[in-house]
């Protein structure tokens, strides 16, 4: 009785199936009051599917809930609310156009008589704010604020709604290092008010740095129960996929040929017409990697865009000596081009297809997978199920939608799509983000196989590590700028910070 009493939640056998795949299976998980427990698995594993059971979204198949010691009913989001849980989900649920207070109160919003009182609600997010640590305009709209303020706003929404257990399902994955580190210290001071807090991610150095606890899932499982003072980043690593992971990527010299990619003074305005990448020239070469180092929101999105035909820009782009046009998606694909968006659900896969149709997104319409068109369904087929065996997509079928994957299964069906056509020039923005440690082994092999084979391959990345992991020569981009373009072996992690804060590379 008393050890149940310090547990702010336990889960207790649950076991969750989806036609072909059993997500959980009888998933015991305890979270004890003020901790931070760190939830790992590889992609697929059945991490999102066991906190949506908890927050209500799901229904389990079998499976119980105890909350503070005593059994609980959750039906829906509402009952998980008036538990005292939250969550903040991965792609988050704010809406835009509206001010970070009309986005705290959606759904519970405070009335005096028949009418709104935003007043007072504002008062109390600004209390709320300042007693958390947590700085944000509550008149700001969140379509204006990074995403790091509008995760803060997520959080907040939680605590406003009085959440004593909060899940945060990958946080980190979309957030800059520095504000990496202050969501972790906003972490520390929660748990320190007795907040117990579920953290799921891939990056296994934020979990030795920040987790109380550590459960590993594989396959729906919990196969394993640690803490960071008993294990290192590759025992975790073999813990989620049950095999050893090397973590350094193993590279030759590059071999770089002719200019496939010129880039002469581009210029790409943003929505508000301010230039966002200012008179860029670069080269990527065959058989190399250029890797883009810099703080995100320093142009790299707007430079991808302009590129891959998804953004109007100004300047010359040649694409093996052609005339590359903007606003001409379909040019670029047709001449070789591949492109991992960082925005999987928004540029990446089309969700409610299946995964068959979304690796022909591209192609569909060309030999093998049409002829005089007609639809070629079983090349289609044939292209699906080598794809998903050879990328290790965890999906039960070909014929699944795209929506229904794990987050990293879905960047895998992007990867696999981009990667198994015939190309010259390969962009690639955030390209393992929310991929587990054995994805991204495989992917970093690939992309140097790519370039090994003549690809010339454009690499942007907010990971660092990355970045130095996968570059031959790295650009260090500012404030719209190229600062600096080195060879690898010339940068140093030290160098690279202070060029993507700003400072001049002849004096770092
Ligand atoms: N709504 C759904 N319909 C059908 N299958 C689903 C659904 N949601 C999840 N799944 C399946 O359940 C399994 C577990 O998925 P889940 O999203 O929980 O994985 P995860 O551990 O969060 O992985 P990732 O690290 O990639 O986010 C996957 O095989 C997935 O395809
Ligand atoms: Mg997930």
């Excluded at 889960?11 to 997500?23: E, Q, S």
């Excluded at 698995?41 to 499976?63: F, H, Q, R, W």
């Excluded at 704010?129 to 939680?158: F, M, T």
């Excluded at 072996?489 to 770092?508: D, F, S, Y």
């Amino acid at each position: 009785m008393a050890e149940n009493e310090t547990l702010a939640l336990e889960i207790r056998h649950v076991t969750k199936r989806f036609p072909g795949v059993l997500a959980n299976d009888d998933v015991n998980f305890d979270l004890r009051r003020g901790e931070i427990h760190a939830l790992l698995g590889e992609n697929g594993a059945g991490k999102t599917t066991l906190m949506n059971i908890v927050y209500g979204l799901y229904s389990p198949d079998e499976g119980e809930f105890l909350i503070n010691g005593k059994k609980v009913e959750i039906k829906g989001p509402h009952d998980a609310i008036n538990y005292g849980i939250g969550m903040v989900h991965q792609h988050f649920m704010l809406v835009p156009v509206f001010t970070v207070t009309e986005n705290m109160i959606l759904g519970s919003e405070v009335t005096s008589g028949p009418s709104l009182d935003l007043n007072r609600a504002r008062r109390e997010i600004i209390e709320l704010s300042e007693a958390h640590g947590l700085d944000v305009d509550p008149d700001a709209l969140v379509e204006d604020i990074p995403v790091g303020v509008q995760q803060r706003v997520e959080i907040l929404k939680a605590l406003y709604r009085k959440a004593r257990v909060l899940v945060l399902d990958e946080p980190t994955a979309v957030l800059t290092p520095q504000e990496a580190e202050d969501l972790f210290q906003v972490m520390h001071q929660l748990t320190d008010k007795g907040v117990s807090i579920i953290f799921i991610t891939h990056k296994l150095k934020e979990v030795l740095n920040v987790a109380d606890r550590i459960t590993v899932m594989r396959r729906g499982r919990v196969v394993g129960h640690t803490t960071p003072k008993e294990s290192t980043q590759s025992d975790l690593a073999s813990m989620m996929v049950g095999r050893d992971v090397i973590l350094q990527v193993e590279k030759g010299a590059a071999k770089p040929r002719n200019v496939v990619l010129e880039i002469a003074g581009l210029t790409v305005e943003d929505e508000r017409s301010i230039a966002s990448v200012k008179d860029v020239s670069l080269q990527v070469r065959s058989g190399e990697v250029l890797g883009i180092a810099g703080v995100q929101g320093n142009g790299q999105t707007e430079l991808v865009e302009a590129l891959t035909g998804l953004r109007a820009a100004r300047g010359e782009v040649q694409l093996d000596g052609q005339k590359l046009p903007f606003e001409n998606p379909r040019f670029g694909t047709e001449h070789g081009l591949a492109h991992i968006p960082e925005d999987r659900h928004k540029h990446g896969l089309v969700l409610p297809y299946s995964l068959a149709d979304n690796l022909v997104l591209c192609t569909y319409y060309q030999k093998p997978f049409a002829s005089n068109l007609q639809r070629n369904d079983r090349a289609v087929d044939r292209n699906a199920v080598e794809l998903i065996e050879r990328f290790d997509v965890r999906s039960p079928s070909q014929y699944v939608t795209a929506g229904t994957l794990s987050g990293g299964n879905q960047q895998k069906v992007i990867v696999a799509r981009e990667l198994s056509r015939p190309i010259s020039l390969l962009v690639a923005n955030q390209p393992t983000r929310g991929l587990d440690v054995g994805s991204i082994e495989y992917i970093h092999n690939e992309i140097i196989s790519m370039r090994d084979l003549g690809v010339a391959v454009l690499l942007v990345s907010a990971e660092l590590d990355e970045i130095m992991a996968l570059s031959d020569r790295i650009a260090v981009m500012y404030r719209g700028e190229i600062v600096t373009v080195v060879d690898a072996g010339q940068a140093t992690r030290e160098k690279l910070g202070l060029w993507m804060a700003g400072l001049h590379p002849g004096n770092a």
